[in-house]
Each structure stands twice: as structure tokens, then as C-alpha cells.
């Protein structure tokens, strides 16, 4: 993914000239490559966490009787193997030695591409028994879009297209976790799911001492209901993010609701968690040490 910046003295003939929409601008924005290398470990490290804590349920399917697996629509497609037991140990550690190994940086594309196949059958094999969670997807694009960077290192001020696309698509995969949440409320459950009783049935089943007074109180948890699908619905505003404060401050909103969800229900949706954390401008981390390359130097895209 590249698309160098270019000048011309010369006139171009308006059928040939390139385009350069609004769009095309804020999709291939660069952004520093210090950025996409502290995501990247912090994105890769992360799954060791989640094969071991978060997903080790997942485990579990190793030995559950075959006959149980109804593969998502991808495993049927592509024939992925059915999930016996050493099927589901290799691609476990597979998984895990990937992301260790991806997380130092070396062989960016190559490892990258491994972690992100192995991390997709982790999801199938997760996901083929009757329960699909939708808090995997913008971490899913997180990993399939960090190979196409290459190299990127903490102290590399050089700003890149290829991040600033991979980055964008990450952003957008968050916008559209929330704003189909809000779609599929209104597709399966109509206006009612905002009148309704479903954030009070959540806190009876799973309320902790911080949310248990609210079922004290008849007007809260409804109109608790109609601000979470505001939020929702208007998610695309925040792709009109630019500067860092509001960067960090949107990270802070977005981390500050999960973080208040869980403290209620006991619910966090920790992928997605990571895959916010890639809005934030983690260059800022190395700013004050000596760049390791000129800070000016544009990059188009980094070598794998």
C-alpha cells in the first residue's frame, strides 16, 4: 500500500488527473511509524493474554465430540479443519509463539501474516459452537492490516500513508463495532429495545454492588438504554478526530464506557479495548528521546 506525494509544474488534463477527494485524504493520512510500532506490541502481546485468560475457553472445544462444530460461513468456505483435539494445541501455541515472535518487530509482514491466519482460526474454532461475540472484529483488522506496514520502529519520526490507511481502517472497524450494535438493536428489537427492560434484566442477572442501586430508581436504566444508542448511532463523528488531544480524549471516553459496563455487569469487551487503543498518539511516548531517523522524512510505506 503506497501513494507518494508529488509535485508538478506542468498542467494535468482533468480525464487523467489523479483523484484527491476529501476521502482519499483522510483514509491515506500519514501518520508517524513510532505510532504503529507500539501498537503493534501492545496489539500482538495482547494475545497470549487472551488465548490464556480471556479465550481459554476456547481450549475447551479440543475436547468436545466433533459433531458439536458448525463452522462459521469463512471455516466452510475455506475448509478449515475440523477442531479435534491436536488441531486445537497447535494452533493454540502456534498462535502464541507467533505473536511473541511478531512482537519484537522482525519479519513484520511475514509473522504478521501468520498471526493474523492463526488468529482467525482461533476465532472460528471459538466461534463454530452457537455463540458468535462481536467484540473481535476491529481487533481481527487490526491484525490483518499491521502486515501491510513493515518495519516500524519507536523512535522512527518518519510519517507513513501505508500506516495512516491501516490505522483509518482500524478506526473505522471501531466506529462500525458501535454504530451496527445500535443497527442490529433496532433491526431485531425495534424502538422497544430503548423502552424495554433490557439493561435492568442485565443488572439482575449480573449486577454488582455498584449498579444494583439503579434498579431502585424506575426512570434510570430506560433512559440509560436511549443514551447508549445516541452514542451508538452518532459513533461515525468520531471519525472526524484529528488533533491528539482529542485523540486521547476520545480513547478516554471510549475505555471510561467498557470500564463502566464492566463495573456494572461484569462485561468487557477487552479485543476491542486494544484495537481502541490504536487511536491514541503513541509517538508521543519517544518524542522527547533522540529520533533514531529524521523527523521530517516522509514515508509512503516501510520496508517489510
Known amino acids: 500500500m503506497s501513494g507518494s506525494t508529488t509535485?508538478?509544474?506542468?498542467?494535468?488534463?482533468?480525464?487523467?488527473?489523479?483523484?484527491?477527494?476529501?476521502?482519499?485524504?483522510?483514509?491515506?493520512?500519514p501518520v508517524p511509524l513510532a505510532r504503529v510500532a507500539v501498537?503493534?506490541?501492545?496489539?500482538?502481546l495482547f494475545i497470549p493474554v487472551d488465548v490464556f485468560l480471556t479465550t481459554a475457553w476456547v481450549r475447551a472445544h479440543a475436547d468436545v465430540p466433533t459433531d458439536y462444530y458448525q463452522p462459521l460461513i469463512i471455516g466452510k468456505l475455506l475448509h478449515l479443519p475440523t477442531p479435534t483435539?491436536?488441531?486445537?494445541?497447535?494452533?493454540?501455541?502456534?498462535?502464541?509463539?507467533?505473536?511473541?515472535?511478531?512482537?519484537?518487530?522482525r519479519a513484520?509482514?511475514?509473522?504478521?501474516?501468520?498471526?493474523?491466519?492463526?488468529y482467525g482460526e482461533w476465532m472460528v474454532i471459538a466461534m463454530s459452537y452457537g455463540k458468535v461475540d462481536h467484540d473481535r472484529i476491529a481487533f481481527l483488522v487490526a491484525l490483518a492490516v499491521l502486515p501491510t506496514i513493515g518495519r516500524a520502529r519507536f523512535r522512527d519520526r518518519r510519517s507513513s500513508e501505508a500506516a495512516g490507511w491501516a490505522m483509518a481502517a482500524v478506526l473505522v472497524a471501531?466506529?462500525?463495532?458501535?454504530?451496527l450494535a445500535a443497527w442490529a438493536k433496532m433491526r431485531f428489537?425495534?424502538?422497544?429495545?430503548?423502552?424495554?427492560?433490557?439493561?435492568?434484566?442485565?443488572?439482575?442477572?449480573?449486577?454488582?454492588?455498584?449498579?444494583?442501586?439503579?434498579?431502585?430508581?424506575?426512570?434510570?436504566?430506560?433512559?440509560?438504554?436511549?443514551?447508549?444508542?445516541?452514542?451508538?448511532?452518532?459513533?461515525?463523528?468520531?471519525?472526524?478526530?484529528?488533533?491528539?488531544?482529542?485523540?486521547?480524549?476520545?480513547?478516554?471516553?471510549?475505555l471510561g464506557f467498557h470500564v463502566m459496563v464492566y463495573a456494572g455487569v461484569g462485561i468487557i469487551f477487552l479485543p476491542h479495548c486494544i484495537a481502541i487503543l490504536s487511536i491514541l498518539p503513541w509517538e508521543r511516548l519517544t518524542a522527547a528521546r533522540r529520533p533514531e531517523f529524521g523527523a521530517t522524512v516522509p514515508a509512503t510505506a516501510a520496508g517489510g
Not at 7 to 29: E, K, L
Not at 85 to 105: I, K, P, S
Not at 228 to 249: H, N, W
Open 7 to 29: 509535485t508538478s509544474t506542468g498542467s494535468t488534463p482533468p480525464d487523467t488527473a489523479p483523484a484527491s477527494t476529501g476521502s482519499a485524504r483522510w483514509w491515506f493520512r
Open 39 to 44: 501498537f503493534r506490541v501492545v496489539a500482538y
Open 85 to 105: 483435539h491436536t488441531v486445537v494445541l497447535v494452533v493454540q501455541w502456534a498462535l502464541v509463539v507467533a505473536a511473541v515472535a511478531a512482537a519484537t518487530g
Open 108 to 118: 513484520p509482514r511475514l509473522l504478521g501474516l501468520a498471526v493474523f491466519l492463526l
Open 174 to 179: 471501531v466506529m462500525l463495532t458501535y454504530f
Open 189 to 254: 428489537g425495534g424502538w422497544d429495545w430503548a423502552t424495554g427492560s433490557t439493561l435492568t434484566r442485565a443488572v439482575v442477572r449480573r449486577g454488582t454492588d455498584l449498579s444494583e442501586w439503579t434498579l431502585g430508581v424506575p426512570w434510570l436504566l430506560p433512559a440509560a438504554q436511549w443514551v447508549m444508542l445516541v452514542f451508538e448511532f452518532s459513533s461515525p463523528l468520531m471519525l472526524l478526530v484529528r488533533s491528539d488531544r482529542a485523540r486521547i480524549g476520545l480513547v478516554v471516553f471510549l
